[in-house]
Structures are given as C-alpha cells and as structure tokens.
C-alpha cells in the first residue's frame, strides 16, 4: 500500500518528464496579447495626453517646455503594465510589447520620453493638435471622465515659460515626502 | 606507504563527498520534474562559502572553533577506515570505540556551536539534533558491535568484514534496520528533522555563514559519505573483490547508487514530527538490540 | 413577508426615534442610517437574528457636515442578504458604542479607526493601536482628509514597548517577521515548552501600503481597479471584481451579460491557480517538496493560460467599471477547455496519490483542530470554516456575477483540521472547473458583438454606497463604497478573506507542536499583504503588545536580548 502509492507519486513525476527551462539560455517567448513593456510610436503620437491622464500608476508624465514642444516621459520603473494606455490611445499609438526582461540597474535604460512639436493656439497659448480637436471629448467618454483634472499634479499643464528646473523636477519626480505645512 | 593510504582515505572522502550532494540534488530535481543544478554545484557552493566573510555572528569564541573542530573530527574518523578493505595505517592504535568517538564528537560539536550561537532556532534545532543522536547512535553502534561480535575483534577491518560474515536472520534484520537509521543518518525526508528549513530554518546553522558554515557543509557531506560507505563496506563487504583499486570502484558505484535510492526516498516523504520520529527510532533502537542479540546466538 | 421587510419594521419599532432611514438599492442589500445611541441595540438585534458580523467602516464625512461615520455590515447567509449599519458622531465628540463586547470579530475594525480617523469607542475591550506602526506619531490619523496620501512624518521617539515575558516554563521562538514558512512579513512570537506551543503573539501589519487612502484622494473610479488588482499577489481579480461590483452597483449600472460570465472565468480560475499553489505550499510546509513542484507544474498551466487570455499570468487587468477589457472567443474558449482537460486529468492523479498518503495523514489529521462553535465564533471564513463543517458560500448565498445560473457544488469537511481544509480545497478544484466550463457553454451561446462593457451616462452621484461580496479563492472578500465626488471614492474599504481567518490561528496553534506551526498558518492560506492588519493575541492574558524594531531585532539574536 505504501510503496504502491509511493510508486504512484513517481509515475507523476516521470510521466511529467522535466518540465523546467534552461533559462536565460532558453528564451520563453511572450504568447500573442501579452502585456509587456509598453512601446509609444512617435510619428503616431499627437500628443493627447490621454495615457497621462489614465495612467494607474501616474507613470507617464507630460510637460510642455515651449510653446512648441511638448514632453512626453514614461518612467517605467513604477509601471505596472496594465495597458490602460494602450486601449486608450486614439491613434493606436502605443502597443505592449513581449519585452518583459526589463530588470536594470540604469532607470534611464527602461525610460522613454518623445518630444512633440505641437501647434500653439493663438488665444491660450497652449498646444494643440490643428488637425482633430475632439479626441480629448471621445477619451473621456472612455475613461468617465469627470473629475477635475486641475486637481491632478502630475500632469503638467502648459506653462507660459518654460523652466529647466521644472523640467529636471518632472524628470526625477519623486513622492513629497514631508507634511505641507 | 601506509601514510599515503591515509592520504587516500581523505582525499577519496574529500572528493567524492561533496559529489554525492550534488547526485542527492539532481536525483530529487528530476522527481520534482526540475532539471536541478549541476553535478559539481556543490563545490562550487562550498567554493563560494570560503570565499566570504568569515562572520562571527555570536560573538563567541566556540561559535568560531565549533565548525573547525566537528570538520576535524569527522576527518579524523574517516582517517581510520579500512578503505577497499586494506586495513588503515593507524589500525595499530584504534578500533571501533575510537571511530564512534570521533562520530560522536563531530555531533557534539555541531550541538555546541548551535548553542553558542544563542538563536533560539539553534536551540530547537540542537535539540532536535540532540535527541537524533541520542536515538540514533545505538543503531550505529549495534551494527558494529554486530561485526565485532562474529569477528570477535574490536579491529575496524575485522567488524566492518564480520557485520556480514554470517547471512543469517541478524544479518537481514540489520540491514534492514540500518537502511530505514540511514535515512536520518544522512538527515533527509522523513527525518530531516533537526534542519528543518521551513520550521526551525536549517535549525543548528541559522547563524553559520561564509567559511564556518562551508566547513559544516562538508562535514555534514562527509558523514553522509561515511554512512553509505559503511553500508557498503559492512552489508555488502562480502561482495566485494579483493584487488584494492576494483573494491574501490564498486564501493564508489554502490555509495552512488545508495545515495540515489536515498533520494528518492527522501523525495515522496513528507517530514515527520520529532515525536512520531522518536517513536520510529525507538522501534530501530529495539530491532538493532534484537539483531545483536540473534548475533549472538549465531542465527 | 421577507427578512427585508421584516428588519425594517423591527427596526422603526424597536429604536423609536433614532431610527433615520432605510434603502434598498439592488435586492440583497439593505442600508440602514442610526443615531449613534441605538447602534449597539440594533447590532445585538441583528445578532439575535441570525446574523454574522462582517466588518466596521469608519469615515471623515465632516466635509458633508456630518463628522465621522461609522458603518457596521452583517450579512444574512440563508436570506442572501447584507445590511449596513450607518452612524454619525460630530467631529468633536467621536465615540461610538463599541460592539466588541458583542461581538468579538469587531475589535479589529474598531481599533483601525481609533488609529486611522482617531475615533472612540465606549467599553472597547482592548483600546490598543492597531494599525499604525509603533512610530507613528500621536495625533495624526491618516484617513482623515486633511492629511495627504504620501505623508511621511518624522518618527516619534522613545515609542519601544515593553516585551511581556513568556509565560513561566515557556520560552519564546520568534516565527517573523521574516521566516520561510511565512511568504510575507508578519511576526508570531510563540511560546513553546519543550516542542509544545503554550500561546501565541501575532503582529502584523507591516505591510500596509495605504491603498484606501490612495484610491480617496488620488486615483479615480477608473484607475483603481488595477490598484486594486495589486492588494493580492494571488487573488488580484476577486478585488477587482468586487471594487468593481461595489461601484457598479452605488452607480445602479447593469454590466453586460458577457462581461458577467468573462469575470466569472477570471474569478475561477485565480480559484484554481490559488488552490494549486495552495496545495503546492502545504507540501512544502510539511516538507514534501515533491508535492510542492507537482502541483506547481499543474498550476503552470492556468498561469500559462491566463496569460494568453489576458496578457499577465496573474495581474489579470480584465475589470473596469461597466465591464470586461478582453473578450473570449470561440478559439479561446476551446483553448480553456482543453487545458482545464488536462488539469482535471492531472489533478485526479495527484490527489490519488497524495490523499491516500498515510505519511500525509500523519502530518495534517488533527492538527490545528478548532470545532464547528468555534469557528462559527470566530467567524471563519472559506474552505476554513468550510473544513469545519461551516456551511457557507458567498457564490450560493449571496450571488453575484451569474453565479445564479450555474450549478456547483460547496464541498465541505467535518474533520475540522489542516486535513480537513486540504480536502476541501481539492474538491473545490472540480468545482472551479465544472463552472468555468458552464461559463463558457454559455458564452458560446450568447451573441458575439455584444460590448464587453458599457459607458455612463454621466458622473456617478455623490454619497451612495455599494456593498458587494466575492467569494475568495480563501473565503469572503468584502468591499464597501461610498461614492464621492471628483470622479473618485469618498471612502473604499476592502476586507479581506484573512482578517477574520486570522484571529483563530492562535487558537489553532495551542497545544500543538512547534513543528506544525508552519502547516497551521499555511492552512489558512495567509494573505498578509491583502490583510495589512497589525494583531497582537496573547493567548493567555488576553493582553496585547506591540514590539519595537530593536525588540525585534534583539528576538531575533536571542542571545543579546538576555542581557
């Protein structure tokens, strides 16, 4: 009885054969619709800033540094691949990749950042895209849009002048860490 | 000459039984439907181990000798066997008694580093480990007493030869005995209980690192070589040819084939409670007693 | 007349005049607003009727003039249906009528709030600190809405705590924060005799990420179902699901049907993987690695699966409000059904071999043993309470998804011990897959160009609340929302399955050995990092103590802690 089962549990085990990888040096590759790294293709983006503004994880940030160039990061370090920015961008601009071997000790290596030029409306001063102008409309119905989004900090609005340190802040944002007082 | 046999003891022990771990790992990997490390991890485990730091975490002298000394006891018994059936240089001046010493002392030392280290694991551990060898040694020591008392000879060679002198009803019951005790002499499932890693976290050498905790290693690696040998060398001395270098091939591909039963046993058993073990080497205990005593008889 | 009615007019009559208001918003659920004097009548009320205490939810609705609330929730298993308790107390005077005395599941939620809003409770037992660590400074609660989310306050000093000493005979073994037998950080200060466990001290909560207090004031309705998803490193999509179904159901929105069956799936088969890796752990708790790997090279197969259905192994991200983000098609749907073929082969074999096991039964048959009247009073939860012979299910008692239209069985135990709650969760194992396969019978039969979700027609209206349940791959998750402005939560609080699971571990652990500590805890597949509650129980006195870094550290180098 003992050794019957015993004999049992290692038929399991051979039947099974050896089921682990030789990995690094065997590749598993990502099946179709995997959700890995995030990729922005930049002759497709129009600078919307839907993913911004969907973000879970408030990773993406957007910053306009003149009147005609509008930043676009994504920090990849805090991501968590959910790929609300992908379903949400209305030029498809943004696809998840099969990358997800994306340990580093470099942030900059996992990165990206586009740099927009974008057109400046002439009544605000803030950029717009000439072509479209209701994709921001059809975003919201996606997303139920209806919070305030002045209220939101990481999401840098246009500023009139453009200031490197802001710039630098957006960069190496990090969480405040002290009481406002 | 006779010293170079000694040599050879060491340098066979010392080789091989780091090996031994690694085929323990491979054979429990491929149960597990897992490719395992490779046959040589364990050296360069043990390699690794050296080159830390050597860390005394106690902050006690003894936490530091303890590993040297369980490490030189251990060689010191294995520098007595009468490997491929050649008596040992140092015959002349040892016997059994001198062997379970040294047996006994490697253990001793182990429980007294884990106490030194003031972990309360350890402590649970050292404990454990305590009432292992209490339980566990008998079994060791009939075996022996066995062979000495058919051969009636405390020599090493003679009771090693003696234990299968005579295939009778207490050969049997010995080995079988002694199979089962070798389990827990080699510390793996069901009787890996004084290190166990998820209850007591490796018990004994929580606190052990780098070099200390490599010497343990290998004379943990170096017992378990010494137990199968054992096996090999009593149970199935009989068996073996008398050219030295041909015995020494076939022990080392009996140890092999030993260690890989041990695996698989160790592999498709859960661990036991010290109480249930304890019952369980009770029962070994008496059996052995029995074994001797129909060794006596001559049966 | 229904239950429903029933309360209702049990509670007009009973409380007189400090009975305020009463709501139904979808059938199920039953709101009830109070004057904070009859709290404690109408909970020991509803505890004389058969009710079962869930959890205690306190807020800072003083924006709205209110001061604080405080919403107690029971729930009705043979009448499928919930009832929350709401009252108020002005922001300078907020003590309430503690139910602990009534009803001991309460202490844990009660002392949250004294720690996160700072409010009081009356005759509480043990008025201790919870949640907040031993250097929080005094005086600065962090769910109240002046605070901000990412708060960091300087420590306050000079906070250790005096550790009690063992009990006479016992010594300590510190099992914790970090162990190998505890796969998230939680501290178990056991005291032992010889090999026998005489009592036990839990703390906890060294985990807590503020996620609550993130979804109120940062995120929005949209984003925090993937927050959510990230409470559990297993069961992700339960708390995405149930966040999910709470708002919906605030909102009044009607997910498609599709959508109902996809989550369905997602939920099932986080059972299977959880179970599975379950079963995988126990093995290695008990020191049967071979089981461990086995069950894990099954359970592989869901993760692999998973991740072709949704793109992650484990973070599902299939939830939003109004629906499902992936559809499964019919080349899906035949991928499912063949590698649940393939489990279920597997896993018939497995448990042939491991149930009959006798060294198996050696290391789980009465071990950890607490009866079915303890259970019930510990309020246990999931194959837990299910292995003591608890007949309970949030999926049958209170349905949600279209759990009403499959068949399934609850599988049940009787032997109330760590073997019981094994067998449970192999047989739940078939469950899962028989109702995975009636989703999809059912998918394949609905149209296929329905949306997977729907939109709102405009902002979800401030102050209404949702409560909704999902049945844990570890027992009854509980999520509660109020819905507030700004396109975001007034207050979210999730509980899950471990908090009430976890009171009853000491009890389980006393009078067993050391050694099946691992196996113990491991049988009530301990979520710490969903649970994030700190918790000390001592099981003697009854006392509760916290310990500092330093006492930690010097538990863990038992030698220094002697001088």
């Known amino acids: 009885m003992w050794l019957w089962n015993k004999i049992k549990q290692l038929a399991i085990s051979f039947r099974a054969g050896m089921v682990t990888l030789h990995y690094p040096f065997e590749p598993r590759p990502a099946p179709e619709g995997f959700r890995g790294q995030p990729v922005w293709d930049h002759t497709k983006c129009i600078g919307c800033a839907g993913c911004a503004s969907h973000c879970p994880a408030r990773t993406i940030f957007l910053r306009d540094i003149c009147q005609e160039l509008r930043i676009l990061l994504y920090d990849s370090s805090r991501c968590t691949y959910c790929g609300r920015c992908a ?45 479209i102008k209701n994709y921001i409309d059809r975003l919201s119905s996606l997303g139920y849009r209806y919070d305030s989004l002045e209220a939101r900090k990481v999401i840098r609005r246009s500023t009139a002048d453009f200031s490197p340190e802001e710039l630098e802040k957006t960069v190496t944002y990090e969480r405040p860490g002290r009481l406002e007082k | 000459m006779k010293v170079t046999a000694v040599i050879i003891n060491l340098l066979y022990f010392l080789a091989l039984a780091p090996f031994l771990e690694g085929v323990m790992r491979k054979v429990t990997a491929r149960i597990q439907s897992r490719q395992g490390p490779p046959l040589y991890q364990p050296y360069l485990d043990l390699l690794k181990l050296l080159g830390k730091e050597n860390l005394n ?154 070099p200390n905790y490599a010497l343990f290693r290998y004379t943990l690696n170096l017992k378990r070589m010494f137990y199968s040998w054992l096996f090999v060398a009593g149970f199935l001395g009989f068996w073996l040819p008398g050219s030295p270098v041909l015995n020494l091939a076939i022990q080392t591909v009996l140890i092999l084939v030993l260690f890989v039963l041990i695996s698989v046993v160790g592999a498709t058993h859960p661990r036991f409670r010290m109480d249930q073990a304890l019952k369980f080497y009770a029962v070994l205990v008496l059996l052995s007693l029995v074994a001797v005593g129909l060794g006596v008889r001559g049966w | 007349m229904s239950r429903k009615e029933e309360l209702v007019r049990w509670l007009e009559k009973e409380l007189d005049g400090n009975f305020i208001s009463a709501e139904a918003t979808i059938p199920g659920r039953l709101f009830i607003d109070l004057k904070r004097e009859a709290l404690s009548a109408a909970a020991t009320g509803l505890m004389n009727r058969g009710a079962r205490y869930q959890v205690g939810v306190g807020y800072d609705a ?29 922001e300078d005077d907020p003590e309430f009528d503690s139910l602990t005395p009534l009803i001991p599941g309460a202490g844990w939620s009660e002392r949250e709030y004294q720690d996160l809003l700072g409010l009081r409770f009356r005759n509480h037992p043990n008025p201790r600190r919870l949640v907040l660590s031993d250097d929080w400074p005094e005086g600065i609660y962090p769910l109240r809405r002046e605070v901000p989310h990412d708060l960091m306050p300087p420590a306050a000093e000079e906070v250790a705590f005096r550790l009690e000493e063992a009990p006479p005979g016992t010594s300590i073994v510190p099992l914790g924060p970090f162990h190998a037998s505890l796969h998230e950080p939680a501290h178990f200060s056991v005291y032992v005799d010889g090999e026998d466990i005489k009592g036990c ?36 999509s339960v708390h995405s699901v149930n966040y999910a179904q709470a708002v919906e159901a605030a909102a009044g929105l009607r997910i498609p049907r599709r959508a109902e069956f996809i989550r369905m799936v997602a939920l099932e088969l986080e059972r299977l993987h959880s179970h599975l890796l379950w079963l995988g752990v126990a093995g290695h708790l008990i020191g049967f690695d071979t089981v461990f790997m086995q069950a894990w090279r099954i359970r592989e197969k869901i993760m692999w699966l998973a991740e072709r259905l949704t793109g992650n192994r484990k973070t599902y991200g299939m939830v939003i409000i109004g629906g499902v983000r992936r559809d499964i098609n019919q080349d899906r749907s035949e991928d499912i059904r063949a590698v649940l073929k393939e489990v279920e082969r597997e896993m018939l074999a497995l448990e042939k ?5 006798r060294t198996i039964h050696k290391r789980t048959r009465g071990v950890g043993y607490l009866s079915r009247e303890e259970a019930v009073k510990w309020n246990l939860i999931g194959p837990v309470a299910r292995a003591r012979g608890v007949d309970m299910d949030a999926r049958r008692d209170h349905p949600y998804a279209a759990y ?50 729907v939109d709102l027609e405009g902002p979800i209206p401030a102050g209404r609340q949702g409560l909704s349940l999902v049945e844990a791959p570890r027992g ?88």
């Open chain 1, 87 to 131: 379903d949400l961008c209305p030029e498809k601009a943004i696809t998840m990749s099969d990358k997800f071997e994306l340990a580093t000790d470099n942030r900059q290596d996992i990165t990206q950042s586009l740099e927009l030029f974008m057109m400046t409306c002439q009544r605000c001063g803030r950029c717009y895209d000439l072509e």
């Open chain 3, 404 to 453: 009403d239209e499959v068949q399934f069985e609850v599988p049940l135990a009787d032997s109330g011990d760590v073997w019981g709650t094994l067998v449970v969760r192999v047989k739940e194992v078939y469950e899962a897959i028989k109702i995975i396969n009636q989703c999809l019978d059912k998918l394949e039969k609905l149209p296929k160009n329905e949306p997977l979700s």
């Open chain 3, 476 to 563: 009854e998750a509980v999520h509660y929302v109020l819905t507030g402005e700004e396109n975001r939560p007034e207050r979210w609080r999730v509980r899950a399955p471990t908090y009430p699971n976890l009171q009853a571990v000491p009890s389980m652990l006393l009078n067993n050995k050391l050694a099946d500590f691992p196996i113990i805890v491991g049988s009530i597949d301990p979520c710490i990092s969903c649970t994030d509650r700190v918790l000390v129980v001592e099981r003697r006195s009854g006392k509760a103590r916290l310990l500092s870094g330093q006492e930690l550290e010097n538990l863990s180098r038992g030698k220094r802690s002697k001088k």
């Open chain 2, 57 to 210: 975490a106690a902050g006690h002298p003894v936490f530091r000798l303890a590993p040297l000394l369980a490490f030189a006891s251990v060689l010191s018994a294995v520098a007595l066997l009468p490997l491929a059936g050649q008596s040992s240089f140092l015959a002349h001046s040892s016997d059994l008694m001198t062997l379970i010493y040294f047996l006994t002392l490697s253990g001793f030392f182990i429980l007294i580093g884990a106490l030194a280290s003031g972990n309360p694991f350890a402590g649970v551990g050292a404990s454990r480990e305590m009432m292992t060898i209490i339980m566990l040694e008998p079994v060791l020591a009939m075996t022996l007493i066995l062979g000495v008392v058919r051969a009636g000879s405390l020599n090493l060679l003679a009771a090693t030869g003696g234990v299968s002198s005579a295939r009778g009803l207490s050969y049997f019951l010995m080995m079988a005995v002694y199979l089962v005790a070798l389990q827990a002499f080699v510390s793996r499932q069901p009787f890996d209980i004084p290190e166990a890693e998820v209850e007591i976290l490796e018990g004994p050498y929580i606190e052990y690192s780098g």
């Open chain 3, 62 to 90: 003083r924006k709205s003039g209110q001061g604080f609330g405080l919403v107690h929730t029971f729930a009705f298993d043979k009448d499928s249906l919930l009832v929350a308790l709401r009252t108020f107390a002005p």
């Open chain 3, 201 to 236: 001290e839990y703390r906890g909560f060294m985990t807590h990420r503020g996620i609550e207090k993130l979804a109120q004031t940062e995120l929005t309705y949209n984003d925090v179902p993937f927050v959510a998803e990230r409470i559990c490193g297993i069961c992700g």
């Open chain 3, 353 to 357: 071999a491991i149930l009959k096991d």
